[in-house]
């Protein structure tokens, strides 16, 4: 297993390198001189060329992604001229923010997302599994920024029930902060529930009808052991794949939900980054969001290797 | 106490599916005895697995429903028991070994979590104890190293082991019944043997019985003391092995013996087979259900369900032709056919 690890993250190396060069064509490629953006409309060429030097501007395009590429590989983001702080600073703080939203979310997302899709299962064919299947079918094509829209018509404008924008803070009483979480919080489990509850229910149902479940219910085990223990285990892999992507988006932070309720988080940023032409920021999210998705690619990995022995077995022996 | 184990009279068990009502299993009765091995025989799709699903009730939800009949097990009335009884009532009274063992091992769980679990489902043990019993099990029915095997996963044992492992499963609880669905069907030849033989010493030395399914005629002549042949959800012959084999009554039974291969084979090996298939069994019911297959055919066979009638003491057909007054004769010219 511990093999089979390092492989995987040998493997990742170069994913992360065509990454970090991606982006760093991309980001040359948006329209706008970045210099310009930092100092306002006003501002005189003289200006404009003195900080564009600062920046590493002026240099050849090659010479800026050899620099940046050195950088990097020191453990050097570079640092944000918008905000005037390091990218690690700035990603250090908006993480938090971004993780209490998506994080909970995702949490209410499964447990409600495995709950209704083993119902629905167990249940195949009876009027709630279709009505089940119906909404989920609905939450998975519901457009985010839609859903959020009419949320903060509904539960704020009109009902003026939640508000609408905004973090809230914690020196105001948990209240205060759990209102502001409510509204974003649904939004965002919309999607990973109904895909949850889907993918749940078709594993489940394969699992089901296996004979092995049914040489457990012919040795007489409890119908509750029977499902949560064997069959749940057993259809599994699909549920810990998208958990996976889940969380990996997790922590990239909503772009649209967080733009919606102005939530201070990753998402938000990266938005303001790209507006701002800011460079440095944009490449350091990037790859940032970059590692985050292979690091929880290789533990989906390492949790399916523990569900389903016959996986480590089969890589092991591939390895040798 | 009698010494009658399982009755199981005029069982009907329905399918019912969209395209129609599918008579799975309409109309078996049999006995079985204390230590005794009844064989259960006929060609796919006959009611053999159905049956034995039936008895220990699991059926698939929904479309499966056992419609009338009755099944005596030891004094219980198999169709009353509740929910929680039924949970004793399987593994504890009645154990089953399925088709391919492969796949009747939860594949993400440790043969040894699996047996504990069997265990302590249906005896009063500590986990230490089950798993003592467990090994001992293990041991009983041949397996070596049985502390290291309590380890390992299913896929890391060959069928043969496996089927092993549930036999031993089967063994921990001390059933008084064993349902052995085709056991051997998905082992190599020399592995079925020893299947067998094991079945058969643990039968010898818990006194259980046994209920064989199988499409092996050879296996029930080794094996079982009774034996019932099913056609179309219907028991149409139910005799002694030694009886069936040597006096066989039903034209389809004539068929299913003469199937057999022999090794003084006078056809140069060509099988025998019997001309057509099985009747759709959404359409079952009316009337014989072999009558389009069977070379003796009676206007009454196509008008009239066959009763199963006792012909001799404890030989059982069910045919418009075999009955106390006037036997048919295997080989016999039809004359009603033939004008």
């Given at each position: 297993m511990l093999k089979t690890i390092l492989k995987r993250i040998l493997q990742s190396i170069p994913t992360l390198l065509i990454v970090v060069t991606v982006t760093f064509v991309l980001t040359r490629m948006i329209p706008g001189n970045p210099a310009r953006s930092v100092l306002?409309?006003?501002?005189?060429?003289?200006?404009?060329?003195?900080?564009?030097?600062?920046?590493?501007?002026?240099?050849?395009?090659?010479?800026?992604?050899?620099?940046?590429?050195?950088?990097?590989?020191?453990?050097?983001?570079?640092?944000?001229?918008?905000?005037?702080?390091?990218?690690?600073?700035?990603?250090?703080?908006?993480i938090p923010n971004t993780l209490v939203i998506t994080l909970t979310s995702l949490v209410i997302a499964l447990i409600i997302g495995l709950a209704i899709g083993v119902f629905s299962a167990l249940h195949q064919y009876s009027i709630l599994d279709y009505v089940f299947m119906i909404l989920a079918l609905v939450g998975v094509s519901m457009p985010i920024f839609w859903l959020g829209m009419m949320l903060v018509m509904?539960?704020?404008?009109?009902?003026?029930?939640?508000?609408?924008?905004?973090?809230?803070?914690?020196?105001?009483?948990?209240?205060?902060?759990?209102?502001?979480?409510?509204?974003?919080?649904?939004?965002?489990?919309?999607i990973p529930t109904a895909t949850f509850a889907r993918i749940t229910r078709s594993s489940m149902l394969e699992v089901?009808?296996?004979?092995?479940?049914?040489?457990?219910?012919?040795?007489?085990?409890?119908?509750?052991?029977?499902?949560?223990?064997?069959?749940?285990?057993?259809?599994?892999?699909?549920?810990?794949?998208?958990?996976?992507?889940?969380?990996?988006?997790?922590?990239?932070?909503?772009?649209?939900?967080?733009?919606?309720?102005?939530?201070?988080?990753?998402?938000?940023?990266?938005?303001?980054?790209?507006?701002?032409?800011?460079?440095?920021?944009?490449?350091?999210?990037?790859?940032?969001?970059?590692?985050?998705?292979?690091?929880?690619?290789?533990?989906?990995?390492?949790?399916?290797?523990?569900?389903?022995?016959?996986?480590?077995?089969?890589?092991?022996?591939?390895?040798? | 106490m009698s010494d009658t184990l399982l009755t199981v009279k005029d069982l009907k068990t329905y399918f019912f599916l969209a395209s129609g009502v599918s008579k799975a299993v309409d109309g078996v009765s049999f006995e079985l005895k204390k230590g005794e091995t009844m064989g259960i025989v006929g060609e796919s799709g006959s009611g053999k697995s159905v049956s034995s699903s039936?008895?220990?009730?699991?059926?698939?939800?929904?479309?499966?429903?056992?419609?009338?009949?009755?099944?005596?097990?030891?004094?219980?009335?198999?169709?009353?028991?509740?929910?929680?009884?039924?949970?004793?009532?399987?593994?504890?009274?009645?154990?089953?070994?399925?088709?391919?063992?492969?796949?009747?091992?939860?594949?993400?769980?440790?043969?040894?979590?699996?047996?504990?679990?069997?265990?302590?489902?249906?005896?009063?043990?500590?986990?230490?104890?089950?798993?003592?019993?467990?090994?001992?099990?293990?041991?009983?029915?041949?397996?070596?190293?049985?502390?290291?095997?309590?380890?390992?996963?299913?896929?890391?044992?060959?069928?043969?082991?496996?089927?092993?492992?549930?036999?031993?499963?089967?063994?921990?609880?001390?059933?008084?019944?064993?349902?052995?669905?085709?056991?051997?069907?998905?082992?190599d030849v020399t592995v079925q043997a020893q299947v067998l033989a094991l079945l058969k010493e643990l039968q010898d030395e818990y006194n259980t019985s046994i209920l064989l399914i199988t499409h092996n005629l050879g296996v029930v002549w080794e094996m079982c003391d009774t034996v019932m042949v099913l056609y179309a959800g219907n028991t149409v012959e139910y005799a002694t092995t030694k009886e069936l084999y040597s006096k066989p009554l039903h034209p389809y039974t004539w068929g299913l013996?003469?199937?057999?291969?022999?090794?003084?084979?006078e056809n140069k090996g060509m099988l025998n087979t019997i001309p057509g298939t099985p009747p759709d069994l959404r359409l079952t019911g009316k009337c014989c259900n072999f009558y389009n297959r069977c070379p003796y055919v009676t206007e009454k066979c196509r008008a009239?369900?066959?009763?199963?009638?006792?012909?001799?003491?404890?030989?059982?057909?069910?045919?418009?032709?075999?009955?106390?007054?006037?036997?048919?004769?295997?080989?016999?010219?039809?004359?009603?056919?033939?004008g």
């Open positions: 306002g409309p006003q501002a005189s060429p003289d200006a404009i060329a003195e900080l564009e030097e600062e920046m590493g501007l002026n240099k050849s395009k090659a010479e800026q992604y050899v620099d940046y590429m050195f950088n990097v590989l020191k453990g050097d983001f570079g640092k944000s001229y918008v905000y005037n702080k390091p990218v690690t600073t700035l990603i250090a703080e908006r509904t539960f704020s404008v009109n009902l003026g029930w939640l508000p609408a924008l905004g973090m809230g803070d914690l020196s105001n009483g948990l209240g205060d902060f759990i209102s502001h979480m409510i509204l974003p919080c649904f939004c965002l489990a919309t089901i009808n296996n004979d092995s479940i049914k040489s457990l219910r012919a040795r007489g085990i409890k119908e509750s052991v029977v499902i949560w223990k064997h069959a749940l285990k057993n259809a599994l892999p699909p549920i810990v794949t998208v958990l996976g992507l889940q969380l990996a988006q997790a922590f990239t932070g909503a772009i649209l939900t967080e733009s919606i309720f102005s939530w201070p988080g990753m998402g938000t940023m990266i938005v303001s980054a790209i507006d701002n032409r800011d460079y440095q920021l944009i490449q350091g999210t990037v790859l940032f969001i970059a590692v985050v998705f292979v690091v929880v690619n290789l533990l989906v990995d390492v949790v399916y290797m523990l569900i389903n022995p016959r996986v480590s077995y089969e890589s092991g022996k591939g390895g040798k | 039936s008895i220990i009730r699991l059926l698939p939800p929904r479309t499966g429903k056992i419609v009338g009949g009755e099944i005596n097990f030891d004094g219980k009335d198999v169709l009353k028991l509740n929910k929680k009884e039924l949970l004793d009532f399987r593994g504890k009274d009645i154990a089953v070994i399925f088709q391919d063992p492969m796949t009747s091992l939860d594949p993400v769980f440790k043969i040894g979590n699996q047996m504990v679990e069997m265990i302590c489902a249906h005896q009063d043990v500590d986990k230490k104890t089950a798993w003592n019993m467990a090994v001992e099990a293990l041991n009983k029915v041949g397996i070596p190293q049985p502390e290291k095997r309590m380890e390992a996963y299913p896929y890391e044992l060959s069928g043969g082991m496996c089927q092993r492992v549930i036999i031993a499963m089967a063994v921990c609880c001390k059933p008084k019944l064993v349902i052995a669905d085709e056991p051997t069907t998905a082992l013996l003469d199937s057999m291969p022999k090794l003084s084979d009239e369900v066959p009763p199963l009638v006792e012909v001799e003491p404890g030989h059982f057909v069910a045919c418009h032709r075999q009955n106390l007054e006037n036997k048919l004769v295997r080989g016999e010219v039809n004359e009603e056919n033939e």
